[in-house]
């Protein structure tokens, strides 16, 4: 690291220690996209949007290092969750960079940048989940428009987002990762045909959304990459999505762990002892700041992966079970600590964890995007060279 | 900070790697010795070490390589600080010792070797030692072999470690150095060793689940086996990435170092002994004989566990430390 890197450090975070919100981020809804649009516009004019994106975009066009050391930054600063903002930022915004027309970036990416437009994801449907491959909302050309009918499903902040990445089948005989397309589908204003059903979640908030498509006519422009060439739109951006934001979410669970020791030193309700006086408790404790150490090292490797190669690999699969899966012990933990306090959910006012919707919450971190058990098929075949399985 | 061995370490380890392949024991021990490798005259760093003990896991080496390592570091520590100790590092060959009990060390007058032992030990490996090295969390003492009596030669776990139960009266240590630095050191590279034995398992098993057939498919092809080693592989990469990066912070000497290391231990500790055991898993009744090395790994994972300070201490030093920025 430079001087000049440290000196980029110490910037970000006076930066954030003047900026980041106190106000609690509301949890889903209208409310959920103007707090994460604001707080995305006020980075932005800070200079902290799009730290590793191309200037004519609205990007600074720094090294992938200061875009980690932001995201690190960030994390320890208590910065909220990107939320709403997520798609547009780590997911759309690099497709669109990768596979989009001159006219398609101009027109979203510095938007996106801006805190002006919400992004959602159309992949999963009703019949097709872990494969994927296997959707089949339909896409038929006619003309100059695509005419779309079918279902989409789990598809977060459709409710409430501008536009949508959207698959679609064009052509139902070939091999079923070739005759896919992705597409940019506008959700606000409503496209005729198109309705979105929010479906509430294990932990309260509704965000997963149903978006049924029927006979939707959108015009071809809005088709990204090659018609049927989907798949591959889809593939090759995959780890520019996540990228450097691996870090944020290690330094995230990190303070997790600490605050929940934090909690286990003090009295329980009613003045009962300590939790951490429990030896059990206490092992258990020490050995998740053990394991999320670890977890850190690991992210290291990771980038260091990335910065040789321009890719973790298949390799990067290891991190994300070891993390979905500790994210999910340490919850647990937290409602062994608890105990009877575990009862009662506090929400998340006051800046206060609710430990109670953090343990809800984290049955999906080994579901949403790719599950676990699907990992680790990855893993076996393409770290360790075992047969194929599916 | 970069988490991959550079150009340099990726000769040292592969060096390190066609000796153990090469030689056999006693020739293994000697050719250490003739590079350097146990003083770190070559000026290692305890990552160069870490990277070696790495190797010496993976290939269940025996002898008491880890003991002669952290004791000539001690030596050259306690050297350092001007001991009027007169001992020649490279004549030292250590045996580790485990403390049964809790074994009390009185510094008399707080000279280097000033400090006396009273307690019951276990020595690993004592046989040519010409001394005995027991490292704690508040300080580490090296005893003269002859100083202790012989005890009673016991049967190990681990039929390549050889095992003898002594009491130490009250036995004045040759060298006495308190604080846990050497502790910390110790606790990397029994993790480097541990690290070696996961992965060596995940090999195994990965390379028996590619060739060995039942219902007409390799037996990776069926998910409990192949999740199995992905398991294995994750913990792997858990292991050595904590390991290396704990070896990093003690000899960058930063203020988190003995909280990486006792992370490392753990971590390490937990994936040798759980990697071993799914490895025997994964080879069926084969894995239960000793027709093949399963057990062996498993074995020495648990000689690993028990020595440098077991789990509980860690995880227990892991409660009473800051967190890392
Ligand atoms: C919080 C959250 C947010 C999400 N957001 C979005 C979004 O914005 N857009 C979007 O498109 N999707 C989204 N998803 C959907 C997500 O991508 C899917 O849930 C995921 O791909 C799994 O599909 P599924 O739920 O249909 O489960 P299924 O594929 O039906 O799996 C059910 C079970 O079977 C197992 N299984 C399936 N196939 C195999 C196999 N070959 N080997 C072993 N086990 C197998 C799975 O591991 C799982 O345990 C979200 C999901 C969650 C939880």
Redesign the interface.
């Known amino acids: 690291m430079t001087d000049a890197d440290l000196a980029f450090r110490e910037e970000a975070k006076a930066w954030l220690a003047a900026n980041v919100p106190r106000e609690p981020q509301p949890e889903d809804g209208v409310a959920m996209r103007e707090f994460d649009m604001a707080w995305q516009a006020r980075q932005y004019e800070g200079g902290w949007a799009g730290i590793s994106w191309p200037v004519e975009y609205g990007g600074r066009a720094l090294s992938s290092l200061r875009q980690m050391i932001w995201h690190e930054e960030y994390a320890r600063a208590g910065g909220p969750k990107i939320g709403t903002g997520f798609v547009g930022v780590n997911d759309a915004g690099p497709t669109l960079m990768l596979h989009g027309t001159e006219e398609q970036k101009r027109k979203h990416l510095p938007r996106i940048l801006r805190g002006e437009e919400v992004w959602a994801q159309g992949y999963s449907e009703p019949g097709a989940g872990s494969d994927l491959a296997a959707m089949s909302t339909a896409g038929v050309v006619d003309g100059d428009d695509i005419v779309i009918t079918g279902e989409k499903i789990w598809t977060s902040y459709a409710d409430i987002s501008d536009f949508q990445e959207l698959l679609v089948r064009t052509n139902p005989d070939a091999p079923k990762h070739q005759g896919i397309t992705w597409l940019i589908c506008p959700l606000d204003p409503r496209p005729p045909g198109l309705t979105v059903e929010p479906i509430q979640t294990l932990s309260g908030p509704r965000h997963l959304c149903r978006v049924v498509y029927d006979e939707v006519r959108l015009p071809l422009t809005c088709v990204v990459g090659e018609i049927d060439g989907g798949w591959h739109v889809v593939s090759s951006s995959l780890y520019l999505k996540r990228g450097t934001g691996r870090i944020a979410d290690q330094v995230s669970l ?1 303070r997790a ?2 605050d929940l ?1 934090a909690t286990a030193r003090l009295p329980g309700s009613g003045g009962r002892a300590p939790a ?1 006086e429990d030896d059990e408790i ?2 258990r ?3 998740a ?3 999320v ?6 992210t ?2 990771e980038l ?2 990335v ?2 190669n321009g890719t973790p690999g298949a ?1 990067g ?3 994300r ?2 993390h979905g899966e500790l994210g999910q012990r340490v919850r647990l933990l937290a409602m062994d600590v608890l105990g009877p306090d575990a009862l009662q959910m506090v929400g998340r006012a006051d800046g206060q964890r609710d430990w109670v919707q953090e343990y809800l919450w984290s049955f999906t971190e080994t579901i949403g995007g790719g599950t676990s ?1 699907i ?3 990855v ?3 393409r ?7 599916r | 900070m970069d988490l991959l061995p550079d150009a340099r370490q990726e000769a040292l380890a592969a060096r390190a790697r066609s000796l153990v392949a090469e030689a056999d024991a006693p020739v293994l021990w000697d050719r250490w010795a003739e590079n350097g490798w146990f003083d770190g005259g070559d000026g290692s760093t305890l990552v160069d070490h870490a990277l070696r003990f790495r190797e010496l896991g993976r290939a269940l080496v025996p002898g008491p390589y880890l003991a002669t390592v952290l004791a000539r570091r001690l030596v050259a520590a306690v050297g350092a600080v001007e001991s009027g100790v007169e001992l020649e590092a490279a004549a030292v060959v250590a045996a580790l010792a485990v403390p049964c009990s809790p074994v009390s060390v009185t510094a008399v007058d707080g000279s280097p070797a000033g400090a006396r032992l009273r307690g019951r030990l276990r020595v690993l490996d004592g046989t040519g030692a010409t001394h005995v090295l027991l490292v704690t969390p508040t300080g580490a003492a090296l005893i003269e072999a002859d100083a202790l009596p012989a005890g009673d030669a016991t049967r190990c776990l681990d039929p390549q470690v050889a095992l003898t139960a002594l009491t130490a009266a009250d036995v004045p240590a040759a060298l006495w150095m308190g604080g846990g630095d050497l502790f910390t050191d110790a606790a990397v590279l029994a993790a480097a060793c541990a690290s070696g034995i996961a992965e060596a398992t995940l090999r195994a098993s990965t390379d028996f689940a590619k060739t060995r057939e039942q219902f007409g498919k390799p037996i990776g092809a069926f998910q409990a086996v192949k999740h199995r080693c992905a398991d294995m592989a994750i913990r792997a990469e858990a292991a050595w990435c904590q390991t290396a990066y704990a070896a990093l912070c003690v000899d960058a000497e930063r203020s988190d170092a003995a909280f990486q290391a006792h992370t490392a231990k753990v971590v390490a500790g937990d994936a040798a002994i759980r990697n071993a055991s799914a490895n025997i898993q994964n080879h069926g009744a084969v894995g239960c004989t000793v027709e093949n090395d399963a057990h062996l790994f498993l074995k020495r994972a648990w000689v690993l566990e028990e020595v440098c300070g077991a789990r509980r201490e860690h995880l227990s030093a892991l409660l009473d430390l800051p967190a890392p920025e």
Do not use: C, K, N, W
């Open positions: 990190a762990v600490e020791l951490i206490a092992h404790l020490a050995t700041r053990a394991e150490a670890a977890l850190r090292a690991m290291y490797a260091s992966r910065d040789r390799e699969s290891l991190g079970i070891f058990d990992q680790r098929s893993i076996g075949e770290v360790l060279g075992l047969p194929r399985d």
